[in-house]
């Protein structure tokens, strides 16, 4: 009975090991290709561990890189917002001075508007037409003066005092010039100069400082002078002048003796051959009251042409 | 700005130039007042180839015509018969 049991644990064992060298191969084969796998596998991560060490060393250089980059960055955003912030204070700059610019647009308008108003009125004030009519009135007025000078042998020279001048006096040299300065101050008429000297004319002075009558004085000496170059112009020593006290006339003698006096002082003597005289007297009219010979109504005859008196 | 700065020079000195004027134009009207007075004569320029004014008595306010014909007297004879007239 034993060895049935036996028989068959060893058939079975026989049969076992039969399937199990059956599947040897099958596994030695499996074995065999996962180890290749293993390998390729290996080899691959090899590769793989390299390229990853390979690519670390990129890496690295990549964050140099990288960290250099944000430095730059970061000076590019500093510099970005100095410049940003500069840009906001020029617009606001800018803005103000436009500001300022329309301002003063505006206040060059009003400055043009009122020059050109202040060149209309100044241009009204000082026309043309005034500056004419001071020239045309001194011109009259010379003409005149020149009238005195060439007719009468007349000549008048404001300075220190008054210089008057007499021509055709002299019948033998009518071009002879008679001359006496009187001046007037403090109320008292003084002669400071009589070329030729005259005598016996203390007289005269002294009816002058009395009446004040400057134009009768200034005409009796003509005459004086004339009565002398007559009788031959004798010379005189040096005589001492009055000095009584009397008012002043309309015209003040203390002025500066004027500088175109010395220029319109020409000699205008006309000469004429014929001896015969035609004085004609006309018949005297009366005379208005505007034209007296004071200062004033010389003034109003000279803005008269050529100086007409009303018939 | 500049045009009108010198404008206002312009005005300034034209205005100094007319005040100089009327000084002048002054003293020369003072001038011949000085003329006119002594003389008691005011000259006619109409003619000028006649010697012709007035005298004037301030006095009576009477005027008297005079005419010289400059042609037939000689300067000196004009002048001192015109002298005579005012001076009596």
Known sequence: MDTKPEESVRSKMESLKLACDREIPAHLQKADSAAAALRESLASIRARVQETVHCQGKLGQVKAKLREAEEELFKALAAKTRKETKRMAMTDAIAARKARIDELRRVVQDQRAKRDEYGAILSQQFSESEDRSIKDSKEEIEEVISWYNKVLGFYIEGGHGVRFTFKNINLKNPDEEFCFTVRHANDVYTLIDCDPHLNEIKELLDELNRTNGLFKFVRDMRQRFQEAASRGLPMVMHQEYSTISGSAPALSMSTVRSESFAKSHEHHQVQHEKPDRQVKKLSPGKWNKSQSLSPGSALSLRRSPRFKVKK | ?88
């Open chain 2, 1 to 88: 700005m500049d045009d009108l700065e010198g404008q206002r020079v312009a005005v300034l000195e034209k205005k100094k130039m007319l005040k100089k004027q009327k000084q002048d134009e002054f003293r020369a009207q003072r001038k011949l007042s000085m003329y006119a007075s002594v003389t008691n004569i005011i000259p006619n320029l109409d003619d000028q180839s006649r010697v012709m004014g007035y005298i004037v008595d301030r006095d009576t306010k009477a005027v008297q015509n005079f005419e010289i014909d400059a042609e037939k007297v000689t300067a000196y004879e004009t002048c001192n018969s015109i002298w005579k007239m005012i001076t009596p």
